[in-house]
């Protein structure tokens, strides 16, 4: 299974008395993730489903992502990917989806690199995961344990470069 991870694109900064689930993308991060996910694409990305946080920012970027590179895909909201969330839960989710041969989730910090470390079976990894970062994770069987291969992880300012 080809594992996709993806952290949401920049978004406005947070302000009192708002909710930080409400908070939006911003065109900057906008723009940002369309070389990410136009790069994805030339990488010969596929996706079948995606996974996403509920949170506003989440789901504005799981949108793009629908509408850019995966227009097939099916598109699910779980609270498991909230920034809170845990890797070992995230995990049972995936598992949940076994059919499928390709998966994306879109979620947060600190979540995202923990579900990364979690599935490289490394939990002392430290990953600098990116806004609008994506991450490909290959595993050869979704068993009680996950036991990922990286392959490739792009940042915005990576993709512009390649521009």
Do not use: F, K, M, T
């Given at each position: 299974m080809q594992i996709?991870?993806?952290r949401h694109a920049i978004a406005e900064d947070g302000r009192?008395?708002?909710s930080d689930s409400e908070r939006?993308?911003?065109?900057?991060g906008r723009k940002k993730l369309k070389d990410v996910l136009r790069l994805a694409r030339q990488a010969d990305t596929a996706v079948s489903l995606i996974l996403t946080s509920p949170y506003r920012r989440a789901r504005q970027t799981a949108d793009m992502v629908a509408d850019l590179l995966a227009p097939e895909a099916e598109m699910l909201e779980t609270a498991t990917l909230t920034p809170d969330g845990r890797a070992d839960l995230v995990w049972q989710e995936i598992r949940a989806h076994r059919p499928v041969d390709s998966v994306m989730?879109?979620?947060h910090e600190p979540l995202i690199s923990a579900v990364a470390a979690y599935l490289l079976n490394g939990p002392a990894l430290r990953i600098d995961f990116k806004k609008g970062g994506l991450m490909?994770?290959?595993?050869?069987?979704?068993?009680l344990q996950p036991h990922g291969v990286l392959k490739w992880y792009v940042t915005s300012r990576l993709a512009?470069?390649?521009a």
């Open positions: 996709y991870l993806l009192p008395g708002s939006a993308l911003v065109p900057e989730l879109v979620s490909r994770i290959d595993v050869e069987s979704v068993g512009a470069a390649g």
